[in-house]
T-cell receptor, first 112, second 115 residues
Framework: GNSVTQMEGPVTLSEEAFLTINCTYT??????LFWYVQYPGEGLQLLLK?????DKGSNKGFEATYRKETTSFHLEKGSVQVSDSAVYFC???????????FGKGTMLLVSP | SQTIHQWPATLVQPVGSPLSLECTVE??????LYWYRQAAGRGLQLLFY??????ISSEVPQNLSASRPQDRQFILSSKKLLLSDSGFYLC??????????????FGPGTRLTVT
């Protein structure tokens, strides 16, 4: 079956530090990959996506590249801000009834 | 543009009481609809999904049920709540018409506390 594995948090960084949150997946077929962000007390927001191998998704300074050879979709940002503090979820979708498989989420805490 | 609403935003209910959470989507037709639960400090658990009116699929056996009485309305219910039903309930939708049919759009959530 499909599965997503994310690094456990919390990830604690100082403002302007470089961020990497690892995500690896197992899936049948050719999944689409997503990163969602959840701010405290809110629903999930789609941060970025990639639909095929070697695609790079990017948004708000965040980037992730779909690596089929390593089955990975690591999230990166060059310089984090306090406002980036949130929980980040990696997810994949495959053909069928359009459900998504989510990782357990990684909490990011950025201090000034 | 499309928007998704959930209510209530927060709810405190005693054990054994009934539950009804509502989700509605505006600005689209025939969406796929999803109910997730997020327990404290944990990831998302898919509870139900629906691809059309009256069509409900359950992912996890539990004392919850879902219904879709209208195209853009999705309701989560329980006859008798358990303490373990506490959590953050999220509704989501997507459309098979987009170039990436699998991305989902989430509502603001309902925080349920069972006491």
């Amino acid at each position: 079956g499909n599965s997503v594995t994310q690094m456990e948090g919390p990830v604690t960084l100082s403002e302007e530090a470089f961020l990497t949150i690892n995500c690896t997946y197992t899936a049948t077929g050719y999944p689409s990959l997503f990163w969602y962000v959840q701010y405290p007390g809110e629903g999930l927001q789609l941060l970025l996506k990639a639909t095929k191998a070697d695609d790079k998704g990017s948004n708000k300074g965040f980037e992730a590249t779909y690596r089929k050879e390593t089955t990975s979709f690591h999230l990166e940002k060059g310089s984090v801000q306090v406002s980036d503090s949130a929980v980040y979820f990696c997810a994949l979708g495959t053909s069928g009834y359009s459900t998504l498989t989510f990782g357990k989420g990684t909490m990011l805490l950025v201090s000034p | 543009s499309q928007t998704i609403h959930q209510w209530p935003a927060t709810l405190v209910q005693p054990v054994g009481s009934p539950l009804s959470l509502e989700c509605t989507v505006e600005g689209t037709s025939n969406p796929n609809l999803y109910w997730y639960r997020q327990a404290a400090g944990r990831g998302l658990q898919l509870l139900f999904y629906s691809v059309g009116i009256g069509q409900i699929s359950s992912e996890v056996p539990q004392n919850l049920s879902a219904s879709r009485p209208q195209d853009r309305q999705f309701i989560l219910s329980s006859k008798k709540l358990l303490l373990s039903d506490s959590g953050f309930y999220l509704c989501a939708w997507n459309s098979g018409q987009t170039s990436t049919p699998y991305e989902q759009y989430f509502g603001p959530g309902t925080r349920l506390t069972v006491t």
